[in-house]
Antibody
Framework: EVQLLESGGGLVQPGGSLRLSCAAS????????MSWARQAPGRGLEWVST????????YYAHSVKGRFTISRDNSNNTLYLQMNSLRADDAAIYYC????????????WGQGTLVTVSS | EIVMTQSPANLSVSPGERATLSCRAS??????LAWYQQRPGQSPRLLIY???TRATGIPARFSGSGFGTEFTLTISSLQSGDFAVYYC?????????FGQGTRLELK
């Protein structure tokens, strides 16, 4: 069974940084593209970033490009999202997702970790 | 950027009836479209990919159709667990985008 366990969320001041982690199990992590998506409170879903199975290729939403960095550690089955220069509109539940392939659908979602940006 | 527009925003249907949800893509996305269900307090769940292929474990009462710019998710004979928010998403190119969701409510 696929399991995706996010951690690292919390309260951060505007302009601050946070690093999210996602521990993956139940599948061959190094064979799949992975992504982060987010959902602001009471709002819809927004794709944030995708990384290829090897980590060699990354993609970002316009809203986070230049501020967020996605990375992965295939030896430890862990996905990361480094978030810098955080803004109030970055506040959301951040979901780690397993993708069927690069530029493909999401076949599994984690439970999410909440990021709050406030002074 | 491809804009995904879902309609209606809210849909009230009685248990046992059929629900039809729409998703429009501008510009078109071929068949590169997925549908997800999000129940209250839960993470989203994949229902349909490739516009019409049900994901593993999804009941046959869920069906998807469409190509290009117009897509439909049909849920026949609604059950209590089907009342949720439904999102479409394209994966035709970058950036990937979601529709704003349709909330399916109990009538």
């Amino acid at each position: 069974e696929v399991q995706l366990l996010e951690s690292g969320g919390g309260l951060v001041q505007p302009g601050g940084s946070l690093r999210l982690s996602c521990a993956a199990s139940g599948f061959t992590f190094s064979s799949y593209a992975m992504s982060w998506a987010r959902q602001a409170p009471g709002r819809g879903l927004e794709w944030v970033s995708t990384i290829s199975y090897s980590g060699g290729t990354t993609y970002y939403a316009h809203s986070v490009k230049g501020r967020f960095t996605i990375s992965r550690d295939n030896s430890n089955n862990t996905l990361y999202l480094q978030m810098n220069s955080l803004r109030a509109d970055d506040a959301a539940i951040y979901y780690c997702t397993k993708d069927q392939g690069i530029q493909q659908w999401v076949d599994s979602w984690g439970q999410g970790t909440l990021v709050t940006v406030s002074s | 950027e491809i804009v995904m527009t879902q309609s209606p925003a809210n849909l009230s249907v009685s248990p046992g009836e059929r629900a039809t949800l729409s998703c429009r893509a501008s510009p078109g996305v071929s068949s590169n479209l997925a549908w997800y269900q999000q129940r209250p307090g839960q993470s989203p769940r994949l229902l349909i990919y490739g516009a019409s292929t049900r994901a593993t474990g999804i009941p046959a009462r869920f069906s998807g159709s469409g190509f290009g710019t117009e897509f439909t998710l049909t849920i026949s004979s609604l059950q209590s667990g089907d009342f949720a928010v439904y999102y479409c998403q394209h994966y035709n190119n970058w950036p990937l985008t979601f529709g704003q969701g349709t909330r399916l409510e109990l009538k």
